[in-house]
């Protein structure tokens, strides 16, 4: 049941329209935007909404700024973050170099990965307001603006808190695509490229081959606060941009956190030691399991991939802890 909002509570909301900051849109700059996230205080315009709706609502709250009703609740929670300005101080505390914000004209794909490490890997965030969790509520809007207003309050932020803590390496054998989809007139030129973060890491191209065999060991670095490796194939052509051939997400975690509950890999026999299990909401074309192998943290995985008509990729996973 939705309740129409007593006059004064659009008014708050349209007058915070009108400052300067919130009449461009927060991640692209994109001019007039009518979609705000309630829970983080942005306006945005309707392209970076799509991204945000992607994010889910655990993480991005998106309402539309003339359409929806609004809750008294949201549009507190979007006068105490002050909108725009305020917000983006915060959540672009410091960009790393090499990491462009994405302007109106953006692809969807630097729109995506920009937003996505703004607000779901909390990327360019000072370090004392990450949350670890942004499955619990308190990624809502009170801790996290609590917080926000707290550190306004406090300090301007200092750059140099902004260097990402590594805890290790990501080590991927990109084996062989199975079936790969035709993209070409009888065949494709497959490689695999790796996301995990703001790092892009790709095989090389293998010539007119459904079936292709890579064999190429990739690094990726891991964050503290990571999120899962995204994969995806392409076709490479000489003359036009690169089609896609499919994608999937490679879960970490269970690596990761089993790896770390064991401690030096070293000191340990074979074993196995965890598992990723295969699910409809996954990628995997079997359990995945997680073993120490001569002292090594290791995981084959099998990917059937997603967004295509056909296509497997079997890579060899394996953890590198830095040295404590």
Request: proline content about 4%.
């Amino acid at each position: 049941m939705s309740h129409h909002r007593p006059a004064s509570g659009k008014k708050k909301l349209k007058d915070l329209l009108l400052q300067r900051d919130n009449r461009v849109c927060a991640d692209c700059g994109a001019p007039d935007p009518k979609w705000a996230s309630a829970n983080i205080g942005v306006f945005i315009c309707l392209k970076c909404c799509g991204v945000h709706r992607s994010l889910g609502t655990h993480v991005s709250k998106v309402l539309s700024v003339t359409l929806d009703e609004w809750s008294d609740d949201e549009i507190e929670a979007m006068v105490e973050v002050g909108g725009n300005a305020s917000a983006n101080s915060i959540y672009e505390a410091f960009i790393p170099e090499g990491f462009s914000k994405p302007g109106p004209d953006a692809s969807h794909d630097h729109r995506s990965k920009f937003i996505r490490s703004k607000y779901e890997l909390q990327e360019f965030l000072k370090p004392s307001l990450r949350i670890s969790s942004t499955k619990n509520k308190s990624f809502l809007q009170s801790s996290l603006s609590r917080k926000i207003m707290d550190s306004f309050r406090s300090s301007s932020s200092q750059k140099s808190e902004g260097m990402v803590e590594f805890i290790g390496l990501l080590k991927v054998r990109v084996i062989k695509g199975t079936n790969l989809a035709v993209r070409d007139m009888l065949s494709s030129d497959p490689y695999v490229v790796l996301t995990l973060g703001q790092q892009k890491v790709q095989t090389h191209v293998v010539r007119s081959n459904l079936n292709p065999i890579w064999n190429q060991e990739l690094m990726l670095s891991v964050p503290q606060e990571y999120g899962s490796v995204k994969l995806q194939v392409y076709d490479h052509d000489t003359f036009s941009a690169d089609d896609i051939m499919g994608e999937a997400e490679i879960d970490i975690q269970p690596m990761i956190t089993s790896a770390m509950a064991f401690g030096d890999a070293g000191m340990f026999g074979d074993m196995q030691i965890g598992k990723w299990l295969m699910s409809p909401d996954n990628a995997l074309l079997e359990d995945s399991t997680v073993n120490i192998i001569e002292g090594k943290v290791k995981q084959g995985v099998s990917l059937k991939l997603q967004n295509v008509e056909c296509g497997e990729v079997d890579l060899e996973l394996e953890w590198m802890p830095l040295e404590q």
